[in-house]
């Protein structure tokens, strides 16, 4: 916890300003004996900037080993989904022939459709996914590339499905800040940690039972960004992170309130209850089901001054 001392907030540095929300048991991803095993944790609100963040988390070489135990397509889906959606109609407004970077850009799918009208520049570790991003058009870029050649160079900077892995996320902020030009945007697709149904119970919330999902945007933290990088205004969407059929998400709706009117029933109403139809396996869940289907995500994006502030 922040309160301690011990550990500072990852989203601030601040330390003695933690709230901790709630906690759960650990889980092993996948749920095999060869999965990777998070251990019971917290989650923790910063009272000062707002961050959503996991304690513990794994360590930055487990994690690593993690992300190499992936197969290269585990991060590809078919279409663009709706924070996806959202952004391309951000890229539809720029001018023709803009830079635009896709940092942790996997296979280029977003940029991809843009690659004849602007200029489209893509960074991933993954050396099979850069290499089909590369194929589809992107210019990919190195780490030492990145940093050292495109100072001000970007019109529009997007991080999509990246901000929630981050260890630090202001420090790799800060920086892709440098490199977008006056009057250009950073764009942040993640999830949306003020949601209601992450609120309910925050460590039960689908988003943080990924044991690589570090932390959570909110919308204090938005406005704490914008403040740190001196942004000139920002904008807060929130939407759906996959398109779930109707059908899907009455079900989904109906097996999330009953898990929760289940938890928050006293014993006696608890133990009947388990025994009603539509209650019953609800009763014998151990953690919450994926309630993907609300608005869990957020395109949140940071306008840079025309003019350099100094
Ligand atoms: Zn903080």
New binding site residues.
């Given amino acids: 916890m ?1 309160s301690t001392g011990a550990v500072r ?6 330390s003695g ?2 709230l901790t929300l709630s906690g759960a048991e650990g889980f092993c991803q996948p749920p095999t004996d060869k999965g990777f095993f998070q251990p019971d944790y917290h989650i923790l609100e ?6 959503l963040c996991r304690s513990p988390t794994l360590s930055d070489e487990e994690l690593s080993a993690y992300y190499s135990s992936l197969e290269s397509g585990h991060w590809e889906y078919p279409t663009l989904n709706p924070p996806e959606r959202q952004i391309s109609a951000l890229i539809a407004s720029l001018p023709q022939g803009s830079n635009i970077l896709d940092f942790g850009c996997s296979s280029g799918r977003l940029l991809k459709p843009w690659v004849n009208q602007h200029r489209c520049f893509g960074f991933e570790i993954n050396g099979a996914a850069a290499e089909k991003a590369a194929e589809r058009g992107l210019v990919m870029l190195t780490e030492e590339t990145l940093w050292s050649e495109h100072e001000n160079q970007f019109h529009m900077v997007i991080l999509v499905d990246v901000f929630e892995h981050l260890r630090h996320p202001a420090e790799l902020l800060r920086r892709l800040w440098s490199l977008i030009s006056p009057g250009g945007c950073l764009v942040v697709g993640t999830g949306n940690g003020d949601h209601w149904a992450c609120r309910l119970d925050p460590a039960q919330f689908w988003y943080f039972r990924n044991l690589e999902h570090l932390c959570m945007l909110t919308h204090k ?1 938005a406005v ?1 960004l914008e403040k740190e990088l001196a942004g000139a205004g920002k904008s807060w969407v929130t939407l759906s992170h996959y398109d779930v059929p109707w059908h899907a998400r009455m079900r989904l709706h109906v097996a999330h309130a009953a898990y929760w009117i289940v938890q928050y029933s006293p014993e006696p109403v608890r133990m009947v209850l388990s025994w009603l139809p539509g209650f019953r396996k609800a009763a014998r869940w151990n953690n919450a089901p994926n309630y993907g289907c609300c608005k869990d995500h957020v395109v949140f994006t940071v306008k840079k001054p025309s003019v350099e502030v100094s």
């Fill in positions: 922040f907030c990852p989203g601030c540095g601040a300003g933690g910063c009272t000062s900037c707002g961050l933290y704490y």
